[in-house]
């Protein structure tokens, strides 16, 4: 009876063993972009895990230590992410400005702030989010882009170009 009992026990085992392994399957990155139509307000913030961000400085920063600890990566991270996420609005280039950037355990939070036109919240935005996917094949990257209540996804795959969300009528 107790050898069953350790069979089950090590059976068990063998199969739960991958399961942290397979806890993260992939890459990616989640942003929020929140266009406030009274003010013209641009707020966007990036969450990316850690255990992301920090092996890609080893490709972002090839000179600097693929560490959240040396200031030079950490840098270069800024730069990166400048040159690989923007959002244009009416088909003008949102200057989006670092305001708070957070090296967490778990996560690198980043938060960005811009402006434009309130007559422009209702208009066109595009969105490029190619955040890793130069580092990752697996990136996967979603875009929620909050306007006029609305909450519209975007999913950017490793390779994707900018992503558009037409203009919204005015409420009738």
Same mark, same amino acid.
């Given at each position: 009876?107790?050898?069953?009992?350790?069979?089950?026990?090590?059976?068990?085992?063998?199969?739960?063993?991958?399961?942290?392994?397979?806890?993260?399957?992939?890459?990616?990155?989640?942003?929020?972009?929140?266009?406030? =139509?009274?003010?013209?307000?641009?707020?966007? &913030?990036?969450? @990316?895990?850690?255990? #992301? %961000?920090?092996?890609?400085? !080893? /490709?972002?920063?090839?000179?600097?230590?693929?560490?959240?600890?040396?200031?030079?990566?950490?840098?270069?991270?800024?730069?990166?992410?400048?040159?690989?996420?923007?959002?244009?609005?009416?088909?003008?280039?949102?200057?989006?400005?670092?305001?708070?950037?957070?090296?967490? =355990?778990?996560?690198?939070?980043?938060?960005? &702030?811009?402006? @434009?036109?309130?007559? #422009? %919240?209702?208009?066109?935005? !595009? /969105?490029?989010?190619?955040?890793?996917?130069?580092?990752?094949?697996?990136?996967?990257?979603?875009?929620?882009?909050?306007?006029?209540?609305?909450?519209?996804?975007?999913?950017?795959?490793?390779?994707?170009?900018?992503?558009?969300?037409?203009?919204?009528?005015?409420?009738?």
């Amino acid at each position: 009876m107790i050898v069953r009992a350790a069979a089950l026990i090590a059976a068990a085992g063998l199969v739960l063993a991958p399961l942290p392994a397979a806890a993260h399957r992939g890459h990616g990155a989640l942003s929020v972009v929140e266009i406030d =139509a009274k003010t013209g307000a641009v707020t966007v &913030s990036h969450r @990316i895990p850690t255990h #992301d %961000a920090e092996p890609a400085l !080893a /490709v972002i920063a090839p000179d600097a230590q693929a560490s959240l600890d040396d200031p030079e990566a950490i840098d270069a991270l800024k730069t990166y992410m400048g040159e690989h996420f923007a959002v244009a609005v009416n088909g003008a280039l949102v200057g989006l400005t670092l305001k708070d950037m957070t090296l967490g =355990a778990d996560d690198v939070r980043f938060q960005y &702030s811009g402006k @434009i036109a309130p007559a #422009d %919240a209702r208009a066109e935005v !595009a /969105v490029k989010a190619s955040m890793f996917a130069d580092v990752y094949g697996d990136e996967v990257n979603q875009v929620n882009v909050r306007r006029l209540g609305v909450t519209r996804t975007l999913v950017f795959n490793a390779g994707d170009g900018a992503q558009t969300l037409d203009a919204v009528d005015p409420p009738q």
